[in-house]
């Protein structure tokens, strides 16, 4: 069964960090490209950050650009997404998603095939 599991999600307070993993089990995310998206409630999921399968190209939209830092360690089969200077805007569900393809395939939801349940951050004083 292949299957991606998000962890690290928390509360944390404004201006804090988090690491959320996302590990895979079942298959290699060597040959994977993997994206970060976000849910807050009441908003549209939104693509906020990609890496390509070797690591070496990545990705950030705006809203997190210079705050967030994705990396990945195939030998471990896990995707890390670091999160530093926490906003109360940075709330949501956090979901990883892989699609096999060297290159981030961008942001639209459909291009990726495998979906993780997601990780709950909450930034709040």
């Known amino acids: 069964q292949l299957r991606l599991v998000e962890s690290g999600g928390g509360l944390v307070q404004p201006g804090g960090s988090l690491r959320l993993s996302c590990a895979a089990s079942?298959?290699?995310?060597?040959?994977?490209?993997i994206g970060w998206f976000r849910q807050a409630p009441g908003k549209e999921r939104e693509g906020i950050s990609c890496?390509?399968?070797?690591?070496?190209?990545?990705n950030y939209a705006s809203s997190v650009e210079g705050r967030f830092t994705v990396s990945r360690d195939n030998a471990k089969n896990t995707v890390y997404l670091q999160m530093n200077s926490l906003k109360p805007e940075d709330t949501a569900i956090y979901y990883c998603?892989?699609?096999?393809?060297?290159?981030?395939?961008?942001?639209?939801?459909?291009?990726?095939?495998?979906w993780g349940q997601g990780t709950q951050v909450t930034v709040s004083s």
């Open positions: 079942g298959f290699t995310l060597d040959r994977y490209a």
């Open positions: 890496i390509s399968s070797s690591g070496g190209s990545t």
């Open positions: 998603a892989a699609e096999r393809h060297y290159y981030c395939p961008g942001y639209a939801s459909a291009r990726y095939n495998y």
